[in-house]
């Protein structure tokens, strides 16, 4: 393999992994119901916190709580994804490289 290829890659390496780290460190958040349930998450969609409001904390209405949770998790992954997708779309150039959002 030429030399010039092979430094081009592993300099794309260190700059994937530094990007990694950001991503890591960088979050978004999403709600649902009006607020009531916020989530945020990191862009490597892990989740950081949720958050409930005690207004909405029934025991009458459960499956109300968990819809809110489930569509604040959804909107919060989506949103992070494409942060990921905008953080590291400079660096890939567009490739889908396995293991990357």
Not at 29 to 35: I, K, L, N, V
Not at 42 to 47: A, E, F, L, P, S
Not at 92 to 98: D, H, Q
């Amino acid at each position: 393999m030429n030399k010039f290829f092979l430094k081009q890659a592993q300099e794309l390496q260190a700059k994937l992994a530094k990007a990694q780290q950001e991503l890591a460190e960088m979050t978004t958040e999403a709600t649902s119901g009006g607020g009531a349930v916020k989530v945020v998450i990191d862009g490597q969609q892990r989740v950081r916190s949720v958050t409930i409001s005690p207004e909405v904390v029934s025991a009458e209405d459960v499956e109300l709580l968990e819809d809110m949770v489930l569509t604040a998790v959804n909107e919060a992954i989506r949103k992070s994804q494409e942060m990921a997708a905008s953080h590291l779309g400079g660096l890939t150039g567009g490739l889908k490289i396995p293991g990357l959002p």
